[in-house]
C-alpha cells in the first residue's frame, strides 16, 4: 500500500479560505506565458503533493474548494478510478482513454496517458508529461479568451525517476460534442445560415489561438467541442455557438506562430469541414479567419490551401468514417 502523503502535502491541500484567494489573486495577476511555466514547474501559485509513486498538482482554485478532498483522494488512487465498474468509457485508443467518473465525481473526466512505447520511458525524462503540459494549457489558455474545460488537477504515476503513465482530470462539459459530429448530425447545421454561425465561430477561434501565439499541431473537429444555444422564438442564424477547445497536451505558447503552422491549422480545418460545406463556404470560413487575424485576403494562398487541403486528406484516408 502507498505511504500517505506527508501533514505538509495535507497542509497545503487542506489551505485556509484566505490562503486560497491569495493562490487565485495570484494566478489571475499572470501573464498567460508565466502561468503555464508555473503550472509545467509546479511552482505557486500551483499546489504540488505526493502519495507514494503519485506526484500530483492542483490549481489554485481547487486546492481547498468544497471538493478538494474527494479530488485529492482521486489523484492518490487514479488506477481504480480509470477502472471503476461504474466509471463510463469515454473514448479508448493507444494513445489515450477517458472515463467519466461515477458519482459523487460525475462532473469529472479522468484521462490517462499510458506509455505508447518504449521509447516514451526514455522521451519522458527530460520533459513533463502530457498531462502536466495539457493540464498547464488549460490554465492559460482561458486568459487568452481561448475555452478549454478547467484542469482541476493531473498526476503523474512516478517509479525511480521514470514517469510510466500520467492523469488529467477535466471538468465534464454537458451539452457539448465535437465539431464534426456536429456538422455531420446535428439536424440545425442543415440550415445554411446556423452552418454559416459554427463555421464563422471556428474561424474567429482559430484567429485567436494565432494572435494569442498558441501553437496547437493537432487543431481537427474531433479537438474542438461545441454547445449550440438557440433562444425561444430565435431564428437559426442567430444561434448562440460556444467552442471550447481540447487535446491540449501538444499546445505551445509563443511570441508569434510561423505561417508553416498557420497554415496546417487551416488545412486541418479546412480539410476536415470540406465534405460538408460548399466551396463558398469554405470561402467565407477564410476570409472571416483573415479578417479576425488581422489579415488580408491576399496574405492567404487559397491555392495552396487548396493543394495542401487535398495532400492532408490523402494521408486521412480513414477520416470520412471516423
Not at 466509471?87 to 485508443?93: C, G, H, Q, S
Not at 481537427?220 to 471550447?244: G, T
Not at 466551396?279 to 479576425?292: D, G, I, P, T
Amino acid at each position: 500500500m502507498a505511504n500517505p502523503p506527508s501533514d505538509t502535502s495535507r497542509s497545503q491541500i487542506r489551505a485556509p479560505l484566505q490562503e486560497v484567494r491569495d493562490r487565485s489573486a495570484a494566478a489571475d495577476s499572470l501573464p498567460p506565458a508565466e502561468l503555464f511555466r508555473a503550472a509545467l514547474s509546479g511552482t505557486a501559485p500551483f499546489v504540488t503533493a505526493r502519495s507514494g509513486p503519485y506526484h500530483y498538482t492542483l490549481g489554485p482554485a481547487a486546492a481547498a474548494g468544497a471538493g478538494a478532498e474527494r479530488l485529492r483522494a482521486l489523484l492518490e488512487r487514479p488506477d481504480r478510478w480509470l477502472h471503476h465498474p461504474e466509471a463510463r468509457l469515454v473514448k479508448e485508443a493507444r494513445s489515450a482513454a477517458v472515463v467519466r467518473l461515477p458519482p459523487p465525481l460525475e462532473d469529472l473526466l479522468l484521462k490517462c496517458y499510458p506509455l505508447r512505447s518504449r521509447w516514451d520511458l526514455f522521451k519522458n525524462l527530460p520533459r513533463s508529461s502530457r498531462a502536466r503540459r495539457a493540464f498547464a494549457a488549460a490554465h492559460a489558455l482561458p486568459r487568452l479568451g481561448i475555452a478549454t474545460p478547467p484542469a482541476p488537477g493531473f498526476v503523474d504515476v512516478v517509479i525511480g525517476m521514470v514517469k510510466v503513465r500520467s492523469f488529467l482530470v477535466t471538468r465534464f462539459l454537458d451539452g457539448y460534442r465535437d465539431l464534426r459530429s456536429a456538422l455531420l448530425h446535428e439536424p440545425a447545421l442543415v440550415d445554411p445560415a446556423a452552418r454559416r454561425s459554427v463555421l464563422y465561430a471556428a474561424a474567429d477561434l482559430l484567429a485567436r489561438l494565432h494572435c494569442g501565439g498558441v501553437i496547437h499541431p493537432d487543431l481537427k473537429p474531433v479537438n474542438i467541442l461545441v454547445r449550440l444555444e438557440p433562444e425561444p422564438a430565435v431564428p437559426a442564424c442567430e444561434l448562440q455557438v460556444s467552442l471550447a477547445l481540447i487535446d491540449l497536451d501538444r499546445v505551445r505558447l509563443a511570441r508569434s506562430v510561423p505561417r508553416r503552422l498557420r497554415l496546417r491549422n487551416l488545412v486541418q480545418l479546412h480539410g476536415s469541414i470540406q465534405d460538408r460545406v460548399s466551396y463558398r463556404e469554405r470561402l467565407r470560413f477564410l476570409r472571416r479567419y483573415a479578417s479576425r487575424a488581422g489579415l488580408a485576403m491576399a496574405d492567404i494562398d487559397l491555392r495552396q490551401v487548396e493543394r495542401e487541403t487535398l495532400a492532408w486528406m490523402g494521408k486521412r484516408e480513414d477520416w470520412p468514417a471516423g
